[in-house]
T-cell receptor, first 112, second 116 residues
Framework: QQPVQSPQAVILREGEDAVINCSSS?????VHWYRQKHGEAPVFLMI?????EQKGHEKISASFNEKKQQSSLYLTASQLSYSGTYFC?????????????FGTGTRLTIIP | DTGVSQDPRHKITKRGQNVTFRCDPI?????LYWYRQTLGQGPEFLTY????????KSRLLSDRFSAERPKGSFSTLEIQRTEQGDSAMYLC??????????????FGSGTRLTVV
């Protein structure tokens, strides 16, 4: 079953913050986050594992609440280059190493 | 390594024809995945391989779709008797999975299929 992302779309001014949520009805082993720019392939941002810590690099970080089967992606002081569609990919099972099921996507537009 | 390569980038075919796509993954990666993406949607799982073994095929996939990964290197995805509903971007991705877990996927640029 496909994870649900919210919001579906968001428009921000450069420098503002954004939070993108990903919810699943299944118990999860891991959550991946990807960004896809128009006409390009998705690009891997980070992976969060069951029992792991919140991850981040630069101004993009994410958390994973295993009990709620939810993950959130945080974009701080957004830059124009952050524009694109963000997808979460979830891996269910207790063992990991399964395929990902991708979410519905969140379109982020950053304006100057 | 130049990343994941897919060929062709674009394919226009007439309904009823067969098409075959190729994917060359990152050489160190042991997993290879095929996904399909339509406009405004997230990638939809089709099938995946670990080395040369096909581990799972989507139940949504009809028998017209088949994939191979001979010798655990490149992979091909064939669609027989194409239908207009097959029009989509076909994405290939690879990753390295070890006993301690997996890493993120590296996607190729995709093959855009248009069935007319």
């Amino acid at each position: 079953q496909q994870p649900v992302q919210s919001p579906q779309a968001v428009i921000l001014r450069e420098g503002e913050d954004a939070v993108i949520n990903c919810s699943s009805s299944k118990a999860l082993y891991s959550v991946h986050w990807y960004r896809q720019k128009h006409g390009e392939a998705p690009v891997f941002l980070m992976i969060l594992l069951k029992g792991g810590e919140q991850k981040g690099h630069e101004k993009i970080s994410a958390s994973f609440n295993e009990k709620k089967q939810q993950s959130s992606l945080y974009l701080t002081a957004s830059q124009l280059s952050y524009s694109g569609t963000y997808f979460c990919g979830t891996e269910k099972s207790n063992f990991g190493n399964e395929k990902l099921t991708f979410g519905t996507g969140t379109r982020l537009t950053i304006i100057p | 390594d130049t990343g994941v390569s897919q060929d062709p980038r674009h394919k226009i075919t007439k309904r009823g024809q067969n098409v075959t796509f190729r994917c060359d993954p990152i050489s160190e990666h042991n997993r290879l995945y095929w996904y399909r993406q339509t406009l405004g949607q997230g990638p939809e799982f089709l099938t995946y391989f670990q080395n040369e073994a096909q581990l799972e095929k989507s139940r949504l996939l009809s028998d017209r779709f088949s994939a191979e990964r001979p010798k655990g290197s490149f992979s091909t995805l064939e669609i027989q008797r194409t239908e207009q509903g097959d029009s989509a971007m076909y994405l290939c991705a690879s990753s390295l999975v070890v006993s301690s877990g997996g890493d993120g996927y590296t996607f190729g640029s995709g093959t855009r299929l248009t069935v007319v």
